[in-house]
């Protein structure tokens, strides 16, 4: 059985970093897209960045510049480095393949920025 744990989450000042991790359990995370994805209160959830089994990357517009995700498969962990975190970022974040499966929703982690 797959499970994606997300771990990383905090309460940080705007401006702040922080990084996010995704361990993997089973054999699903080498050949897969992985995608890290959040949900603000009262919103939908987004897909924040993505990233193919060849390293290939897509950001959306929102975090281009300031966020990097970068997986190693040799770990079967994937990570988001946050920096330049502004209020708007507030959120749960969650990683999950690409598209994302419903079976392999997890608990996320929480991602708060203020002062």
């Known amino acids: 059985q797959v499970q994606l744990v997300e771990s990383g989450g905090d309460l940080v000042q705007p401006g702040g970093s922080l990084r996010l991790s995704c361990a993997a359990s089973?054999?699903?995370?080498?050949?897969?897209?992985m995608a890290w994805y959040r949900q603000a209160p009262g919103k939908q959830r987004e897909l924040v960045a993505l990233?193919?089994?060849?390293?290939?990357?897509y950001y959306a517009d929102s975090v281009k510049g300031r966020f990097t995700i970068s997986r190693d498969n040799a770990k079967n962990t994937m990570y988001l480095q946050m920096k330049s975190l502004e209020p708007e970022d507030t959120a749960v974040y969650y990683c999950?393949?690409?598209?994302?499966?419903?079976?392999?929703w997890g608990q996320g982690t929480q991602v708060t920025v203020a002062s």
């Open positions: 990233i193919t089994s060849s390293s290939s990357i």
């Open positions: 999950n393949l690409f598209p994302g499966r419903s079976l392999y």
């Open positions: 089973g054999s699903i995370f080498r050949a897969n897209t």
